[in-house]
Structure formats: C-alpha cells, structure tokens
C-alpha cells in the first residue's frame, strides 16, 4: 500500500492558477498509474486526470481538457497537477491516487485505484 501526500492546495481568484503535487511516503511509485480526482460539497467524486508510469500517457476529462496538466518527476517521486484559467465550479478537495493494475487510458474512476491521498482543498473565488 502506498500513502500518498498531496499539497499545493488554497485560495485563488477566478482565472488564477495553481499547482497540485503529491508524493507517497517511504516508497517510490515509479511503477503506478497515477490519477487526481475532485469531490465538490455534495457530489461525487469525479476524475479529473491520469498519467501512466513512465510520464508518457496521459488521459484527461473531458472539462479539463486544456486547462490542466498532469504529470510527474519519478527521479522526485513526484506528480504534480498544473491547474491553469481556474473557475468557481473547481472549487472541490482534489485528491491523488494511485494504481498498479490500471493503464491509464481505463484509469478513470474510483474503483480503479487502490490508494488515496487525504486531499488538498482547492477554491477559486468569483
């Protein structure tokens, strides 16, 4: 099992951007599918983005398209999630997971991974 840390979370106004990061503790997650997801007040917690082991496939939902990026440092046992032209309605906990068995391109629910972060607050002000 792997914990994972996330940080890089706060308070940004509308249009802003922020950087997310996490990284496990006390092992490397050199061979994971990592993914970030968000939970809004209420609702379910949804994918936002995943990247395989080696950095080279990413996989994205659809509303994130071309506003965020993953991606990830191995050699720091790092991914990292590059919000840009951040809105109100991305205001949520973004959490960071991770998966052994998953390819990233079916990596996109819930069920799919096996560790979680405890999440990192994100809010965008109007």
């Known amino acids: 099992q792997v914990q994972l840390v996330e940080s890089g979370g706060g308070l940004v106004q509308a249009g802003g951007s922020l950087r997310l990061s996490c990284a496990p503790s006390g092992r490397t997650f050199r061979s994971y599918t990592m993914g970030w997801f968000r939970q809004a007040p209420g609702k379910e917690r949804e994918f936002v983005a995943a990247i395989s082991w080696s950095g080279d496939s990413t996989n994205y939902a659809n509303s994130m398209k071309g506003r965020f990026t993953i991606s990830r440092d191995n050699a720091k046992n790092t991914v990292y999630l590059q919000m840009n032209s951040l809105k109100p309605e991305d205001t949520a906990v973004y959490y960071c997971?991770?998966?052994?068995?998953?390819?990233?391109?079916?990596?996109?629910?819930?069920?799919?991974?096996?560790?979680w972060g405890q999440g990192t607050q994100v809010t965008v002000s109007s």
């Open positions: 997971a991770a998966t052994l068995t998953r390819p990233v391109v079916t990596a996109t629910s819930t069920n799919d991974y096996d560790d």
